[in-house]
Structures are given as structure tokens and as C-alpha cells.
């Protein structure tokens, strides 16, 4: 049962020792929080592949249970939040950005409107007691502090109501002010909401967190967690203005409102999370295929990639270039890393001090055991399990002797005095900056705050010994001046671990808030991972289908019908189909996520008519090379011109945002191989087909790359050459192309 404050009678938040609302000292408090509430069973969402964009994906879930008793803990986990895969959000994010794959795009309905101005519901102030660390207004909001403020700092909280509102969307908003301004660190943020009118699933997908961006008026997502059972958003943040739980209740708009569904924090058991970077720290032969599996198993999203096995899902089915496949298998292996330490240091920061300390260092050690790898996420999870682990540290003591009882005194009065004593910010302070300066050193970050706590409860003796006697001289009962006998080092080994044991309990809240911003690092680090992630799936490609023919004659392949080939169970057969124009030509566009779903097709199939589509019968099938670059070019009727047949002059021009200039080029052969120079003398070396016509270059690192596409042709009595360059930046999303265009001079 929940406990009430003897002096106003209102609930107390679990672990208080003051009341939020008088301010009041509660007595006899828990030392730690209750256990959390066990997550319910989630099973992995269906997808649904469409020829158009789609505004939500539900998955399937058990009928939801609600008890007025509180669950209990599962394997010391906390009940996480809104539990989707994320590849979901990937396939969700692909769909907004570029459409499903086929002959057409569909694009994405706006979020909400501007918020105009907010309407204050009901406003509280609190005035907090030193000591204190949260707060809980009686309109359901709960804000948690840590050991950020100081005592009599005012926080006021306003419950409003924003001017633009959705009939099918609820906002339950809060504005959040310090009397100081902001905090210093990360803050934990609990929003209550009304679950009425959604089912287990609906709810799922229907709940976020937001803030308010005071600038544009708009609401933004944040790092968030929802808890089901409970009905409560957790926000974490840095900073105060205001937040929102947000209720989609209409299916149809979801995906409008909440475009990245939970991306923070996909489904992992603490076991799950354990056997990943055991797996990852083995480096065994075929170590990313046994984590992005383990990944993919624990978050119940291998479905998403229909039938491919491990191999060819990192293999990119052998469609793609190296290059590709390569940043592809770093990112879905990063991507399972960060989730599994972001669990770690989630378990760390709401269960480690109520936690077993043996549970606490076996994470610790299956962390050590990757660290040398060293990436940004095992080291966050170190350093937030490990300052959770120093906070449960064990200190033996035994009694101390009466005859020291004197000295003792004199050693705490030391530490009271004002230019010596150290509040839990100061602490604080201390803490924090050794984290942020050995971030990428986290043995070293834990051995400096151990360190600061022995030299610490050390510093009376380094003191004393270093002046005369007088340091011991102490006023007896008979105001009478008497030596205070000097310990031998045992015993002042044990006065100064007296000390220890009593600060470890008071920084129990410092390590907390610690661990915390820990956590929200790590949060951070995962949602890095997945947008290089979503950057590779949601990359849009093309296959581009012409017909050459001779002056005058029809082409074959007009008004036929195309299809890649084969697809997965279950792709969509519509999507992948399409109708060629007039002239023998059309374009097929997929993201390289729509491409994996639909098992990684590399043929293209033709058709004459509808009805040979329906029964499958086939007239020409032409093999599809793994794409170099973003787009590629088939051409159907004829075949393409020889390295001695296109080598010579050219006259180029050059179309780029509405300008166009010239440039001389002459193209020579290097073996098999074309070799372009211009009158700059920029050289570039280009692969050649001959059965295409086709000349292909990529330049450029992980940040900027540059795709130059020429294809050569037969015009008349002359050779015509067409093409494209593409560059890529990928750091700041941003694509610019040039058009070529030249005919041969000699």
C-alpha cells in the first residue's frame, strides 16, 4: 500500500523523505523504491506492404489486464515502455519518406498544427525542503529531480491545454518552471493518461511524449518510455518547458502525430541483453550474423525481412555493392549493441540499488568483457552500471574503541566544517565532470570517483599529521584541556571507514542521478544508431527501363509490363509491377528497406499483356547487376556499343540548377576499363558494360559520396553520350545532381 503524509495526508512518493506537497519530514521512508511493474508479453507487429504510403501498422497483442495490485518485477526489469520493434519505425519512416516500392510515390499528411497559445488548467508551487528530490502535483504529473536543485528552490507546474486541438488526438500538457531557470542535468519526467476507448495494441502505438519547441510552436519528440500498466509517459530531459503525453485516438492519424514510434527503447529482456554482448565480445567467425539475429530475435522483428537468412540479409542479397553492404552490417550490428547496453543501463538506473550487488557486477563484467572494443554504447553502459555497482559498495568496519570515542569526534567535526563539508550537488559536480571528462575512459572514470571518495574520508588524517600536537587537544566534561589519543592505522582506518559506510548512504541519490544522465547518453547514442540505420534502409533507388530502336520503327515493349523478380512470400506482387510507356520505358523505385522485405528480386520479368501477368507467363527476363550506385539503367533492343567504338572526343554540356556549361572530354580505354579527362585535366577511371553501353564511377568516403553514370548510344551517323552524376551528403542529408549530355566530335 501506498504510504500518506502524516501532516496534509497526501501520497507520498515512493523513497520520499519529504512530503511534496507541505514539505514535511517523513518518517521511517523506504530507503529504496518498490519494485516495478513486469511489462506484458508483446508479440511482434505485422506489416502490411502496400502501393501506397501507409499511416499505421498495428501489430497483434494479447487482450490487455489491468490489476489494482502491482506486478511484479521480471528479472529485476522495470516495465520499459511502448514495445515496438524498430525496424517497424524503420519501415514506418521509409514509407513517409519515399513510398512503397513501384511505379509511384505517396507522400505524408502534416502533424499538428502551430500551438497558438496554452490555457492554464490548474497551476501548483511547491517550495523544496533540502534533501529533497521529487515532486507529484494532484493532476498526475510527477517530476523527478534527483539531486539537481537545492533546497528552497520554487517549481511551479501548470496543467494547460493547448489552443490547437485535434478532436482525434488527447493532450495531456504540463509547462514546468524553476525559480533558478534550468537544471543542470537530466531530469525524469511522469505524465498520467487516460487509456479509455484502446486496446492493448492500440495503445501501444497510440501513446508518445512531446515537447513544446517555444520557437516554432510546435511539438517535437523526445526520449521517452511508456508503461502500460501503469498508464504514465516517462520523459527524459535536460531541460524544462513543456511536455505532453500524447493519445492518437484515431489509427488514421497516427502516423501524422507520431512519426517515430517509440525508436528509443525497443523490447530486450536483461537475459536477451546479457547473450548479445557475450556473442559480440566472443568475436566468433561469424559474430555479426549471431548479434543482428540475436537482435532481430529478441525485438521480434526478423519478420520484416520475409525469408532471408542471416547471410543474405547482411549480404544485401549480393544486390548491392560493397560499400553498401558493408555500412549496412555495421549499422543493424551497432544498432543491437546500443539496444542491448541501453538496456543494461536502463536495468542499472531503476533497479540497481534495489538490486542484488552480485546482479549488478555480473553486468558489470559481461560489459568488461567487450569494452576493448570500445564503442560509444558499451562505454556509456560501463560507466552507468559501474556507478550504480560503487553505490552498493560493501564497507567492512568494526567497533570502535571507547578510548577513541574523542578522536572520532574531532574527525567529524572536521568534515562539518563549512570550507571541508560536501553536499550531495557538490558531490554532484564532482561526479559529473569526471564522467564527462574520461567519457571514453570509463575504468578510469570509476577509479577517479572511487578514488575521490578514499583520499575524502582520508583527508582529517593527511590534515592532522601535518600540523603540531594541538590537532588533538579536545575539551573535556571539566572544561579542561586533554590529548585525544592518535589512532594506530588500523583504527583510523576504521573511523575513516565509518565515514565511508554512512556517505555511501547519503550519495545513494547522487549515484541515481548519475546513472540517469548516463542513461539519457545512452538513449542518445541508440537514437544515432538508429537514424544511420533508417539513412541506408530509407536510401531510394531506381531501375530505370528504356527501349532503343531504330528511326522509325515501333518499340516492342510498348504499353507492356514489367516486374522484378523473384519476390519474397507475402511481397506485394502489385508494387513491384508496372506498366511500360509508350516509348518501351518506365522506372521502378524502392527503398533498400522495400527491396530486403521483398527478398532482394534481380530480375526483371516482361510481359506482353495484363492477362500474361496473371498467369505468369513470362517473354523475356533480363538479369539486374548489383546496384553501384542509387540508380541503374536497363535498355531493352539493343545492345550496347564497344570501348573502341565510343573512345574519342566529346562536346559536353553540363546542366546544374538551371545552368548549363560546356566542356571538352575525351574518353580513351584503360584494359577494360573507360578513362575520362576534360580540359581541367580531371581524370576519372570508369567501368564499362558493353552489353549496356554503360560507364559507372563512385567517389567519396562514409560523409560524401559522388555517383557518375554515363551510357553511350548509337544517334544517327554520331554517338551520343547521356548521364548523370549524384552527389551525396550524407551528414547533412542533402543530394545535388548534374545532367550530361555529348555527342562524339571524331
Not at 59 to 88: D, F, H, M, Q, Y
Not at 310 to 325: F, I, K, P, Q
Not at 364 to 372: C, G, M, P, V, W
Not at 695 to 712: C, K, L, S
Request: hydrophobic fraction near 35%; glycine fraction near 8%; proline fraction near 4%.
Amino acid at each position: 500500500m501506498g504510504k500518506y503524509c502524516t501532516n496534509c495526508g497526501k501520497e507520498l512518493h515512493t523513497g520520499a523523505r519529504f512530503c511534496a506537497k507541505c514539505g514535511a519530514a517523513v518518517l521511517d521512508a523506504p530507503a529504496n523504491p518498490a519494485p516495478a511493474a513486469q511489462p506484458k508479453p508483446v508479440p511482434p507487429p505485422q506489416l502490411k506492404t502496400e502501393t501506397q504510403a501507409q499511416s499505421n501498422v498495428s501489430p497483434v497483442a494479447a487482450p490487455k489486464r489491468k490489476s489494482s495490485e502491482p506486478a511484479k518485477s521480471n528479472s529485476g526489469r522495470n516495465t520499459l515502455c511502448i514495445v515496438l520493434s524498430v525496424l517497424l519505425v524503420v519501415q514506418m519512416a521509409a514509407v513517409v519518406l519515399y513510398g512503397w516500392p513501384g511505379w509511384a510515390v505517396g507522400g505524408k499528411e502534416g502533424g499538428p498544427a502551430k500551438v497558438k497559445s496554452l490555457a492554464v488548467l490548474e497551476s501548483e508551487s511547491f517550495t523544496l525542503q533540502e534533501g529533497q528530490t521529487s515532486i507529484k502535483t494532484d493532476s498526475g504529473m510527477t517530476v523527478d529531480f534527483g539531486c539537481w536543485l537545492t533546497g528552497g528552490e520554487e517549481v511551479t507546474i501548470e496543467k494547460v491545454k493547448p489552443s490547437s486541438f485535434d478532436s482525434d488526438v488527447e493532450i495531456y500538457a504540463y509547462n514546468v518552471e524553476l525559480s533558478s531557470g534550468q537544471p543542470g542535468g537530466v531530469i525524469e519526467l511522469t505524465i498520467s493518461y487516460d487509456d479509455s476507448g484502446l486496446s492493448a495494441e492500440d495503445e501501444r502505438l497510440a501513446v508518445c511524449g512531446k515537447h513544446l519547441n517555444e520557437q516554432s510552436k510546435q511539438w517535437e519528440d523526445v526520449l521517452y518510455t511508456v508503461d502500460t500498466q501503469t498508464n504514465t509517459v516517462h520523459i527524459f530531459t535536460d531541460h524544462l518547458s513543456t511536455f505532453s503525453a500524447f493519445k492518437v485516438v484515431n489509427p488514421a492519424k497516427r502516423n501524422a502525430y507520431i512519426s517515430d514510434i517509440n525508436v528509443y527503447a525497443a523490447y530486450m529482456s536483461l537475459e536477451q541483453a546479457d547473450a548479445l554482448l557475450k556473442i559480440y565480445a566472443a568475436q566468433g567467425p561469424s559474430w555479426q550474423e549471431n548479434v543482428v539475429s540475436s537482435y532481430l530475435g529478441a525485438t521480434g522483428s526478423l519478420e520484416y525481412f520475409a525469408e532471408s537468412n542471416m547471410h543474405t540479409l547482411l549480404s544485401l542479397g549480393g544486390a548491392y555493392d560493397d560499400l553498401v553492404s558493408t555500412s549496412f552490417q555495421k549499422s543493424m550490428t551497432g544498432l543491437g549493441i546500443s539496444t542491448a547496453c541501453a538496456q543494461f543501463a536502463y536495468d542499472a538506473y531503476t533497479n540497481g540499488l534495489t538490486s542484488k550487488q552480485t546482479a549488478v557486477s555480473a553486468m558489470k563484467a559481461t560489459l568488461n568483457s567487450a569494452i576493448n572494443f570500445a564503442t560509444p554504447s558499451i562505454q556509456l553502459a560501463y560507466l552507468g552500471v559501474g556507478v550504480i555497482e560503487i553505490a552498493l559498495t560493501d564497507v567492512s568496519t568494526f567497533a570502535m574503541q571507547t578510548r577513541y570515542e574523542s578522536t572520532k569526534n574531532m574527525y567529524d567535526a572536521y568534515y562539518q566544517r563549512g570550507t571541508v563539508s560536501r553536499t550531495s550537488q557538490d558531490w554532484l559536480k564532482i561526479f559529473k565532470k569526471i564522467y564527462k571528462e574520461n567519457q571514453s575512459n570509463p575504468q578510469k572514470a570509476l577509479e577517479l570517483m572511487n578514488a575521490e571518495i578514499d583520499r575524502y574520508v582520508q583527508e582529517y588524517w593527511e590534515v592532522a599529521g601535518t600540523v603540531d600536537d594541538t590537532w588533538n587537544e579536545t575539551e573535556g566534561k571539566n572544561a579542561k584541556m586533554a590529548k585525544a589519543p592518535w589512532p594506530n592505522s588500523s583504527d583510523r582506518a576504521n573511523i575513516s571507514n565509518l565515514h565511508k559506510e554512512a556517505l555511501y548512504d547519503y550519495l545513494q541519490v547522487v549515484f541515481k542521478t548519475i546513472s540517469r544522465d548516463i542513461y539519457f547518453d545512452g538513449l542518445s547514442q541508440r537514437e544515432k544508431e538508429l537514424k544511420d540505420l533508417a539513412r541506408l534502409l530509407n536510401t531510394p533507388y531506381a531501375l530505370i527501363i528504356s527501349e532503343e530502336t531504330e528511326d522509325g520503327d515501333k518499340p516492342q515493349w510498348a504499353g507492356c509490363y514489367g516486374r522484378l523478380a523473384p519476390l519474397a512470400a507475402g511481397a506485394d506482387e502489385k508494387a513491384w509491377t508496372g506498366k511500360l510507356d509508350d516509348k518501351g520505358g518506365g522506372t521502378i523505385k524502392f527503398t533498400l528497406l522495400a527491396h530486403s522485405k521483398a527478398g532482394f528480386p534481380m530480375d526483371l520479368e516482361l510481359y506482353k499483356t495484363l492477362d500474361d501477368v496473371e498467369k505468369g507467363r513470362v517473354a523475356m527476363t533480363v538479369s539486374i547487376e548489383p546496384f553501384m550506385g542509387t540508380q541503374q539503367t536497363i535498355v531493352l533492343g539493343q545492345a550496347g556499343l564497344s570501348l573502341d567504338e565510343i573512345v574519342g572526343n566529346y562536346e559536353v554540356t553540363i546542366s546544374f540548377g538551371g545552368d548549363k556549361q560546356k566542356n571538352s572530354v575525351v574518353f580513351s580505354k584503360n584494359g577494360s576499363n573507360l578513362m575520362s579527362a576534360d580540359e581541367r585535366g580531371e581524370t576519372i577511371e570508369m567501368s564499362y558494360d558493353p552489353a549496356t553501353g554503360t560507364a559507372y564511377n563512385v567517389r567519396g568516403d562514409d560523409h560524401i559520396t559522388v555517383e557518375t553514370t554515363f551510357v553511350f548510344r548509337r544517334e544517327n551517323d554520331s554517338i551520343k553520350m547521356s548521364g548523370e552524376a549524384v552527389a551525396m551528403d550524407y551528414d547533412r542529408g542533402l543530394a545535388q545532381s548534374a545532367d550530361y549530355e555529348a555527342y562524339k566530335t571524331n
